[in-house]
Every structure is written in structure tokens, then in C-alpha cells.
């Protein structure tokens, strides 16, 4: 049999190259992954950074939109309180409006009424003096004479200054 020797086989040759390409590139290929590793690792704590500081911004946003909101919330329950109110107040102006309104129509009608009892009166009493003119005169002129006409009309102008008196008082 034949022997080969160590150098001859060629799978020694590959791992010597290979020992060879390691030492002599070995530390610049380890350094230059190791700085892409790190640039990479310095790009994500940056990105996780940003991410953690878009979230605090985010959860600040929205707890400041809650309060908004509850604030909102607060002033709307208040606006609607104050609407209930006025709108009560202005119902109970209306009804007293309303009341004070029939009560003043109320005595107009009174009014109104009084003034036609007082006219239908004042009516009566015209027609009545008329009626009581024409039948005194018509008994006058059938049987008084001379001397009751003298006498009549000496107690009218008696009685003038009172009658004048009671007119003035009315």
C-alpha cells in the first residue's frame, strides 16, 4: 500500500487555507461585522426609543383628549341644566304672563260691561225725562193756570241752586 503523505491530501490544504484566510482576515472581517452589528443595534435602540417616546406622546395625547372629553362632558351637562332652568323660567313667565294678561282682559270686560249698564242707564233715564216732559207738558197745558204756572216757577228757581249743586258732585 501506498501511503500519501500529509501535505498531499488536499483536505489539509483547504483547512490551512482556511486557518491562513481567518488569521491574515480574521480581525477585519470580525471588526467590520462586529461595527454593522452594532450600527444595526444602535439603529434599533434608536427606532424602540422613538417608538417609546411616540407612545408617551400618544398616551399624554390621549389623556389629555379624556379630559377634554370629561370637560366637554361637564360643560354640556351644565348647558343643559341651565336650558332646563331657563326653559322654566320662561314657562312660569309666560303662565304669569298668560294670567296677568286674561285678568287685565277680564276687567277690560268689566269695564266695557260697566260702561254699557251705565250708558243703558243714563238711556233709561234720558228717555224717562223725555217721556216725563211731553206728559208734563201735555198736563200743564190742559190744567194749570196763570197763578199754578207762577207757583211752578217760583219753586223751580227755589230748587235751581240745589239741583245745580248735586250735578257738580256727580
Do not use: C
Not at 79 to 94: D, H, I, P
Not at 149 to 166: C, E, K, S, T, V
Request: glycine share 2%; net charge negative.
Amino acid at each position: 500500500m501506498h501511503e500519501e503523505s500529509f501535505f498531499a491530501e488536499p483536505r489539509v490544504w483547504v483547512a490551512l487555507a482556511f486557518i491562513v484566510f481567518f488569521v491574515l482576515f480574521g480581525r477585519k472581517l470580525w471588526s467590520t461585522i462586529a461595527a454593522m452589528l452594532d450600527d444595526r443595534a444602535t439603529k434599533i435602540r434608536a427606532e424602540l426609543d422613538e417608538a417609546a417616546r411616540l407612545r408617551r406622546e400618544a398616551e399624554a395625547m390621549l389623556k389629555d383628549a379624556q379630559a377634554r372629553r370629561a370637560e366637554a362632558m361637564t360643560e354640556a351637562k351644565q348647558l343643559l341644566e341651565g336650558a332646563k332652568a331657563e326653559a322654566a323660567r320662561l314657562a312660569q313667565a309666560a303662565a304669569a304672563e298668560a294670567e296677568a294678561a286674561a285678568k287685565r282682559r277680564e276687567q277690560m270686560a268689566m269695564d266695557r260691561i260697566a260702561a254699557a249698564e251705565k250708558a243703558a242707564v243714563d238711556e233709561v233715564r234720558t228717555t224717562a225725562a223725555e217721556v216725563a216732559t211731553v206728559a208734563a207738558r201735555q198736563v200743564i197745558a190742559d190744567g194749570l193756570s196763570a197763578e199754578a204756572d207762577g207757583r211752578l216757577i217760583d219753586q223751580a228757581i227755589a230748587q235751581l241752586p240745589a239741583a245745580l249743586a248735586a250735578r257738580r258732585v256727580a
